[in-house]
Each structure stands twice: as C-alpha cells, then as structure tokens.
C-alpha cells in the first residue's frame, strides 16, 4: 500500500486530526508541528518546520523539515491517502503544546532528545498501526487534571507569549481548590480551553517520562501469549495452540492488552462505552504481523498485501461471514459498528446524511445523548440529520436496505472487478517467494462508487419507517433481518460516506418482508416527480391517533427544522430533521390541529466549496400545534399559516428535506379535509394582504 521510500520526493506526511500531546482536535489555522518518526515508527527522527493546520484535502502546500534547505513533504490531510512512505511517519502536535512539553523538561535537566522520543512513541502510537484508523476514542475515567503541575510551571499562550502567565496562574490557582466534581463540571463545559489543553501536556511529560526506560523490541505476533501495557509480554508456551483467537483492547493511548482466547467469543447484545475498541482476529488470518515494544507501549506493524485488522465499538463482534450485508466495501481504515437495537439503552439512531448518501451513525444512550460528527471533511451545511426513535414500548421486529436497482447492479460489476485485481495482487504476493511486494499507489476513493440508498425499519407500534432519499424506480428492497434481536453492522470512516452496511441475525432471511395493512403499514414512496427530488430525504407519518408533538427549532436562527409525533398505542415517527441533543424542543399536549407556516431566507456561505454560489435561498417552516380546530386564529401573527387537522381521516403529511430545505405536503386525506384545509388557508392569505405594512 505505500510504495515510496523517504528518498523519493514529494514526500505525502499525513497528518493526524488530534494533538499527539494535549488530545484535542486540531483545527484549521493552528498552528502546528508535525514530528516524524522512522524505522518502523519505532524512533523519533525530527520535526517541520511550524506551519497553520490546513483544511481537509489531499495536501495543502510544501514545507521544508527543520534545518533542511531543499523542498519539503507535502503535509496531507486526508485519512486516506495512500501516497506516504513505508518507514517515515508524522504526529501532529501544537506548537503551544511541543514548547510547553520541552521547556518542563528543561526545567528538570532531561536530556530533550530522548524526551523527544519518548513523545514520539507515546504520541504516533497511539495508532494501533499505521494503516489503523482514528479511533475518535474518549477518556475512560473522569478526567482528573493535576492542576497543580500547571501552577508550578510557566505558561505560555499559542503563540509563545507568556504576558498571560499570571492571569492564568490566578485562575489555576482558584479551580485547584475547587472539589474534584466541581473541577470536572468545568472541564467539560471548557475541554478546549487552552488550560486543559496545557494542563494535559504536563500529564502528558510526566505518564511519559514515568515509563521504563528499555530498547526496541519486536517478535512476531504469533510468539505473543498475552501484554498488559506497561509490563513485559508474555510469550507462547505449550497451552498456546489450543488458544488460537487474538483479541486486542484498544483505548485512547492505543493498545491497550493482546490476550488469547480458545475460540471466538459469542455474539452479545452488551454496548461498550465510547472508551474502547476491539479486535478480534483467527492466527491464520494475521501471517506476518509483527508486534513492537517499548517504553511499556506496542504497536503492531502489518505486512503491505495485508489489508489492515477489523476493528470493532465490542468485545464480542460478529464474523463477517455471517453478517447480511448490502454493501461491503472494506478498507484498511474501516472501523465497524455493532448496534443491538433490543439493548434498552438505546433511545434512538441518527443517520447523518451528507446530500442522499449516509455520512455517520449516531447511537442515542444515556451516555450519548447527542449525535458527534467525525466526519472531518464534511462540512455541517451540507449535512442533515434523519431521526429515528425506538419508544420504550416499541421493537425493531426487522430491518431492510432500500436501493435503485440499476445502480445495485452498477456496484455489482465494481465489486466483481475489485475481486480480480485483488485475486491477481495475491497470485503475485504468492510468486515473491515469500518477499514484501511493492505494492503500487490504490485511491481507495476512485474505488468507492457512490450510491443512494435508504432504509426500511419494521417497529412492532410505528410500523414500516422508511429513511433515506427518494429513490427513483424500479427499486430493490433486501430484507436483512427478519426476526429480532437484530444488530445492525455499519462501518465508521473520517471522510468516505458509509461503505459498509448490513445486519446480524441468527435467522434464515426471507427474499421479502410480508406486508401489513395501514395504520402500521407505509404506502410505497411516491415516485420522483421533479429532476432534483432524488437529492431530497423523504419522511412520512398518518396524522391519526397523535397525543403529542414536539418541535424542533434551529437554536441559532429560530426556524423549526423536524417535528417528532407520538401516538396513542406508544409509537414514534420523526419527520423532518430532529436534531436531538442540539436543537431547542417544544412539546405541544394532545393536539388537534397542526400549523405550518412557510418561509425562506438567503444564506451566506461562509467557508464555500470551489465554484460554488457565495449565498443559498434556504426554504425553511414554523410550526406549532392548537389543542383546538375552529377558534384559534392566526391574525396577530407574521406569514401564511396552513392548518392540518388531525384524526381520522386526514391522511398523512410527508416531510422532504435537504440539509437546507424542507417541503411539507399532506396526502390521502378526505374531502372534507382537504376543503377545511383550503378555507384555512385562503383565510390566512387575505389576511395576510390585509394587514398593514410597517
């Protein structure tokens, strides 16, 4: 996968998205200092030059290495570029942090080159290995700063100015003699202060400093019995070959134990916190992998025809092998997601849609109210957010992939060509005669074919939920999972949109789900009626039988973005984007008439993408709901309102949305619905025209 030696020019250094010292993500226009690393990232080597960290892409200009004159690599930024070296790493840190970091060990006499590479290590390690993606992994215990550390020591701001040095001190010196809980409420409301940032550093030299000093070491990993980080490994004896399966923990610091177990662990329905990350691998699926120690650390290091390690959010995933997949694109910097939804933590998913292709999974926990993107290349205008909820009453009974069916077979014939480059790549490796080939330059994103696709949740109250755009005909629905417990199965990725998809089940899959009649049953989407509606997300909800509807409002700009409906038998249907965690939520009791008001606005585009318009006209809705039908009114207040009665009879109304616009339509209601609604309305317009212009 990496063909270049450092010798060649120009040189691709990826950049990491976190800090290697403080752990905060980096953010466009910091300033910046990658440290590099060689022999197998083993040692540190030296630094660039400090440089802003750029915007996300494939590389954003040259800067030369410290002390160098000739031109320098090209600092990458994207995840996924497979342009680097083979020996030569980078490990971005701020400059703030790498000043801080040196003039400690200043101050206690250490000798700075070692300092440096015990950084290095502790730092570019924390990548299990180097193809390995970005775990995007939290702090298992609640943080406990040693303030104190940050007193003592003289402080600087980001640009190396220590005017700040006594105010800062000031403050430190007050939140040290709060009490731990109180310290910690802090930090979270200001986790990227540069405070913490500095006071993290500091954690940082001594955890580092503290470790044993010992030289490389590196074994091949099937000699390794077992390793708990911070103590020697323990190497294979006589019972090892009844224990073949490898399980590697992960956390924030990278890996964290190596453990052999007899056979692989069952599939569970337990959820792990956002703390760790696992691997579960047979022996004869690693040949080749080596494990490399020091400093209490490892790290593995794969071979290059070795399309890098399944890395999964549990302790007990399921095989591949036997998971129901749509789609199965794996790439070396693939995390997968395992999500039992009869877990009764789980509240609800958020599929991030960038356009009409999923970006993200967001699981809804106690722990995790609100959805975080990781998507760093995406940009939150061109994003939105499709809610689904799980009511305590209700269950996921199946689930399904909804996908157009010309494009399935496109993907079809891609997948076919991927399989003969991938079986000629391995015929070859098999030819070297046991030799490292080299292995040329793939762009994983020039593989990717990019396709819409939905899908279809069968809940026990709520029926057939369909999310995801409009698809144009004909389409093909492949059921995934049939019967419950169900487990959904979904890749995670910094910048590519969803490449894995599918479902786990210990049932046999029927060809089709059989169908149900309304209330629970949804009629077929409508087809695509105008050339844009394939970029627009459809969602629908009957519009009888709701005894509450909450609202949720831009909390920025005030428009209201989704509407979440509850209905008398315990189910839920989210319409629209209904941000959970981020937007403002108004409930309205036992309503009896729904009322939209539509608007619109030009929007400045701030950070716009090449060629694109500086300003976007965004259509936008407000909406509230009335307990009663005839006697509420709209007169003393601005726009056009619509009002939507509710129960039997009045149909359903469909939400289709974009990350920038949404239209409201009602359907299959009764005439005398229909008729109520356009009094209403007329209504509304002469009274608009009549009220007077400020």
């Known amino acids: 996968m990496f063909s270049r030696r450092e010798n060649d020019k120009p040189l691709h250094l990826g950049l990491t998205p976190h800090c290697g010292l403080c752990g905060t993500t980096l953010t466009v226009g910091q300033a910046c200092i990658a440290l590099l690393g060689v022999d197998k990232a083993t040692q540190y080597s030296r630094r660039t030059n400090a440089f802003q960290y750029p915007k996300y892409g494939f590389f954003h200009g040259e800067w030369s290495l410290r002390g160098e004159e000739e031109d320098g690599p090209i600092l990458c930024r994207n995840p996924e570029c497979t342009k680097g070296t083979a020996d030569l790493e980078a490990c971005t840190v701020h400059v703030a942090c790498l000043a801080l970091f040196e003039k400690v060990g200043a101050e206690k006499r250490k000798d700075n080159a070692e300092s440096l590479d015990r950084l290095w290590v502790a730092s570019s390690w924390q990548r299990p290995w180097r193809q ?24 600087s701001d980001e640009s190396g100015d220590e005017k700040n040095e006594a105010s800062l001190r000031e403050v430190l010196q007050r939140i040290q003699r709060l009490p731990p809980e109180l310290v910690q409420i802090i930090h979270d409301f200001s986790s990227e202060s540069l405070v913490w940032r500095l006071a993290a550093v500091l954690d940082r030299y001594h955890e580092t ?34 224990k073949p399966i490898f399980r590697f923990t992960m956390d924030i610091h990278g890996l964290r134990s190596i453990e052999r177990l007899m056979e692989r662990p069952a599939v569970s329905t337990s959820r792990v916190t956002q703390t760790e990350a696992y691997t579960v691998v047979h022996q004869d699926q690693a ?5 490399h120690f020091r400093y209490g650390l490892a790290r593995l290091e794969l071979p290059r025809r070795m399309r890098g390690l399944h890395i999964w959010d549990t302790p007990t995933p399921p095989a591949l092998d036997d ?10 910097f693939t995390r997968f997601q395992n999500i039992p939804l009869d877990h009764p933590s789980i509240t609800g998913l958020t599929f991030i849609f960038e356009h009409s292709k999923v970006a993200a999974v967001h699981v809804h ?61 391995n015929a070859k490796a098999d030819d070297s005669n046991g030799e490292e080939p080299e292995e040329e330059f793939v762009d994983y994103g020039n593989q990717y074919r990019e396709y819409s696709m939905g899908f279809v949740f069968r809940m026990k109250l709520a029926g057939d939920i369909y999310l995801g755009p409009m698809i144009r005909e004909p389409r093909e629905d492949t059921v995934l999972a049939a019967e419950p417990p169900v487990n959904l199965v979904f890749s995670t990725i910094e910048s590519f949109i969803l490449s894995v998809v599918g479902a786990y089940s210990d049932t046999s899959l029927p060809k089709s789900l059989p169908p149900i009649s309304p209330p629970l049953g949804d009629p077929q989407p409508r087809p695509i009626a105008t050339a844009n509606d394939h970029m627009y997300l459809l969602s629908t909800a009957h519009l009888d039988g709701i005894v509450r509807i909450r609202v949720f409002s831009d909390p920025v700009r005030g428009f209201d973005r989704g509407l979440l409906f509850y209905y008398k038998n315990g189910g839920q249907r989210a319409l629209g984007q209904c941000r959970v965690g981020v937007d403002d939520e108004k409930d309205y009791d036992d309503p009896a008439c729904l009322c939209i008001s539509r608007d619109g606005f030009t929007h400045v585009v701030e950070d716009r993408a090449p060629r694109e318009p500086g300003t976007q006209r965004w259509h936008v809705f407000y909406a509230q709901a009335m307990d009663d039908i005839e006697e ?39 005439e005398d619905k229909r008729v109520w609604r356009k009094k209403r309305l007329d209504e509304s317009i002469q009274n608009f025209h009549r009220r007077p212009r400020e």
């Open 632 to 670: 509420h009114t709209h007169e003393d207040e601005n726009g056009i309102w619509e009002c939507i009665p509710l129960g039997e009879g009045c149909g359903r109304l469909e939400v289709s949305f974009t990350a920038k616009s949404s239209r409201l339509e009602v359907m299959e209601d009764d």
């Open 209 to 242: 400093m503290s470790a044993q000093d010992n030289l490389p070491t590196s074994m091949p990993l099937d000699t390794v019995a077992a390793w708990e980080r911070g103590s020697q490994p323990m190497l294979v004896g006589e019972d090892a070959a009844g």
């Open 323 to 332: 998971c129901h997949m749509v789609l199965s694109r794996i790439l070396p």
């Open 132 to 155: 390995a993606a970005w775990l995007w992994l939290d702090v298992a215990d609640a943080r406990r700063i040693a303030i104190q550390r940050l007193v003592a020591a003289t402080v």
């Open 365 to 425: 926990t106690p722990s995790t109210p609100a959805a975080r993107i990781t998507t760093l290349c995406l940009r939150p205008i061109d994003l939105a957010w499709v809610y689904i909820p799980f009511a305590a009453e209700d269950r996921v009974l199946a689930f399904g992939a909804r996908r157009c069916a010309e494009e399935v077979r496109n993907v079809e014939l891609d997948e076919e060509a991927q399989a003969e480059y991938e079986a000629t790549q």
């Open 287 to 291: 040949p080749g992998v080596v494990v």
